[in-house]
């Protein structure tokens, strides 16, 4: 096998590949010993370098979700109309602990920052399917006929997609600010269920 600076240009057929599939853990600390005492035709190049791969994905990942948390419920905060079980206080708090998530991610690993900006692009579309779909859901809960129901969803899912904002109207630095809200917005003709279920006089009709 020959080698370039120290790192082979091919790689023999091991036991890399079982290993890997069977006993991952194993296979960890077999590469980590590799690595440490320098036994480059130890080392299972293929599969480390996947592993590399998936700890940067994982990490991007972890930071867009957050994004798309806070996205979505920044929307479902100024989109809700009040109820008697208002969750908006339980949406603040979830807010916060992304924020906090948001921050620890930055600080473990700030080469995240750079490309902080296009995760938060990224992240806006999920973020708006989400809200839609709590949106719908409340609307729908209670009706019981899961045709009417579904009919009442298709529609109503259209309807808040063009009441939602088309392009992302919040900023990177809102989403991270731990003093920044938005404020509930006014919707004039605000989607909602045109099922209304039967009274109980009406049964007896």
């Known amino acids: 096998m020959t080698t370039v600076a120290g790192t082979p240009t091919t790689q023999q057929p091991t036991e890399h590949e079982d290993l890997y599939n069977s006993d ?6 077999r590469q980590a010993a590799a690595f440490l005492g320098r036994d480059f035709d130890a080392i299972d190049w293929e599969n480390v370098t996947k592993e590399i791969d998936a700890l940067v994905t994982g990490h991007e ?6 994004y798309v948390r806070i996205m979505e419920h920044f929307l479902k905060i100024q989109y809700w109309e009040a ?14 602990n992304a924020r906090i998530e948001i921050n620890t991610l930055l600080e473990d690993n700030p080469g995240l920052r750079p490309g902080a900006e296009d995760l938060f692009r990224r992240a806006w579309n999920t973020a708006k399917l989400k809200a839609v779909a709590v949106l719908v859901n409340s609307s729908t809960a209670r009706i019981a006929n899961p045709g009417i129901r579904w009919r009442e969803q298709k529609r109503l899912r259209r309807e808040w997609a063009e009441v939602l904002p088309s392009r992302n109207p919040y900023t990177l630095l809102q989403a991270q600010d731990r003093d920044w809200s938005p404020q509930p917005v006014r919707v004039h003709n605000r989607p909602a269920t045109r099922y209304h279920p039967p009274s109980r006089s009406d049964w007896t009709r």
């Not at 991952?24 to 600390?29: G, N, P, R």
């Not at 969750?87 to 916060?96: D, G, K, L």
């Open 61 to 66: 990942s972890a930071l867009k979700s957050q």
């Open 24 to 29: 991952h853990y194993t296979w960890a600390k």
């Open 83 to 96: 109820s008697d079980t208002d969750p908006v206080a339980r949406w603040e708090i979830s807010i916060e």
